[in-house]
């Protein structure tokens, strides 16, 4: 069973830096052909996907966010992580990590695998 769990801070300040963590089990984050997605929704919006870190190391951005992401991963650890320069109150929202076979990821489908998600504000 391929597991997903999101961590990092819930609070930030407008102009920080938003650093995400996802750990996987289960799975190796270097096999397959496999997404490995940072996704983030506003209560009553729709999913917003953010960006992605395919098995091989591409990675691919939302064009909207592109400017301001950084996916990366550590894979000795199975991790990968994203950084989100100069937050805003409209950069709040849950954020998720999942692993799909396509992009972008604009709905859950069955067979992908989501984490349970992490709220993130940002407020002054």
């Known amino acids: 069973q391929v597991q997903l769990q999101e961590s990092g801070p819930g609070l930030l300040k407008p102009s920080q830096t938003l650093s995400l963590t996802c750990t996987v089990s289960g799975d190796a984050i270097t096999s397959g052909l496999y997404y490995w997605n940072w996704i983030r929704q506003v209560p009553g919006e729709a999913l917003e996907w953010v960006g992605s870190?395919?098995?091989?190391?591409?990675?691919i951005y939302s064009p909207s966010l592109q400017s301001r992401i950084t996916i990366s991963r550590d894979t000795s650890k199975n991790q990968f992580t994203l950084q989100l320069t100069s937050v805003t109150p409209e950069d709040s929202a849950r954020y998720y990590c999942a692993r799909t076979r396509a992009v972008p990821v604009i709905n859950r489908n069955s067979n992908d695998y989501w984490g349970q998600g992490t709220q993130v504000t940002v407020s002054s």
């Open positions: 870190i395919f098995t091989s190391g591409r990675t």
